[in-house]
């Protein structure tokens, strides 16, 4: 049995053709070792957030430096720099 990749309170963004900033507010365990995150998005001028299911696949840990996404291009991300400031990922 796996552990979690994330935990609530963790600030990711999700991936893809819509992609955006979020925070993880729970997880549950799919089936074995299958995880599903509920993760929390703010829409800019709205009140209140709205809850989205993701896999761990399409989320990924916000910079802690510049809060982008910079993590998400291969050589960059992959290599714990922040491909949108150069910042490198804290441990
Ligand atoms: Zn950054």
């Known amino acids: 049995m796996s552990d979690p990749k994330f935990s609530p309170g963790d600030r990711v963004w999700k991936t893809g053709i819509y992609s955006g900033p979020g925070e993880i507010v729970a997880m549950f365990e799919l089936d074995t070792d299958v995880w599903r995150y509920v993760v929390a998005h ?6 209140g957030v709205f809850l989205h299911i993701y896999s761990a696949g399409q989320l990924i840990p916000e910079c802690d430096q510049c809060g ?5 291009t291969p ?3 992959y290599g714990n720099v922040c491909g949108k400031c150069g910042g490198q990922r804290y441990a």
Do not use: M, Q, Y
Not at 42 to 47: A, D, F, P, V
Not at 68 to 72: A, E, I, K, P, V
């Open 68 to 72: 982008g996404s910079g993590f998400d």
């Open 42 to 47: 703010k829409i800019e001028g709205g009140s």
């Open 75 to 77: 050589g960059t991300g």
